[in-house]
């Protein structure tokens, strides 16, 4: 799989984060294994949710609500976070590790397709995390794209490289070409031409974790 970063800049990222609480370090711990943003890239959700001044966020796709963890802790007391999540237990864990820090009054959890659970949301939404199926980006962001306040952001994870998708055939596709690819890869590339032809984005690729595409409503 091609690195993102080499090892001794992921180094030096990661050193400059303060150091995790318990809850924190608890969940990091049932994430080994687990495909969850990490660490550096959650601290640049909580970063972007700071920013943003974010008061709702919504996630497609939140396994045991590590992601969705970095956001609640940038919520004012009274904001919303909307996690979705096919996995029952799974979802049954999120609200465990975040009612242990706290944040679950500021959680609503969604059991089954977050496809559907979208349409159940009025915007606006300050803060948008798609990373569930990779062949469904460019279908979330068709439903989400205009509950996404001005000034909010979407943030696709997974925009470079995951253990599914073809970085050389998606590069390719990103500069011009029509290469023959799974539908995984394909929903990537798909995703990314759409940002970036999308007049009403400016998006960006930040190579942390598996690679971030971070796109701010003008």
């Known amino acids: 799989m091609t690195e993102i970063l080499p090892e001794e800049t992921k180094r030096f990222v990661?050193?400059?984060l303060p150091e995790p609480d318990e809850t924190l370090k608890a969940m990091e711990e049932r994430g080994q294994g687990f495909p969850t943003v990490g660490r550096e890239v959650g601290q640049f959700l909580r970063f972007l949710a700071s920013v943003t001044n974010a008061e709702r966020i919504f996630e497609f796709g939140s396994g045991f609500g590590y992601s969705a963890y970095w956001f609640a802790e940038a919520l004012p007391d009274d904001g919303e976070i909307v996690l979705t999540e096919y996995d029952a237990s799974e979802l049954r864990e999120a609200r465990a590790f975040l009612e242990t820090a706290g944040f679950a009054d500021r959680a609503v959890f969604e059991n089954g397709d977050a496809m559907d659970a979208i349409e159940r949301h009025d915007g606006p939404f300050?803060?948008?995390?798609?990373?569930h199926n990779k062949d469904g980006y460019p279908e979330a962001l068709e439903a989400v794209r205009d509950k996404v306040a001005s000034g909010g952001v979407i943030v696709a994870d997974n925009a470079m490289v995951s253990g599914i998708q073809e970085f050389d055939l998606?590069?390719?596709?990103l500069e011009g070409n029509d290469p023959e690819m799974d539908e995984d890869s394909r929903g990537i590339a798909e995703y990314?031409?759409?940002?970036?032809?999308?007049e009403e984005f400016e998006t960006s690729?930040?190579?942390l974790g598996e690679g971030i595409a971070v796109s701010c409503r003008r």
């Open 14 to 16: 990661r050193a400059a």
């Open 126 to 131: 300050d803060v948008v995390l798609i990373d």
């Open 170 to 173: 998606i590069l390719d596709a």
């Open 192 to 198: 990314l031409v759409a940002m970036r032809e999308d």
């Open 205 to 207: 690729v930040v190579p």
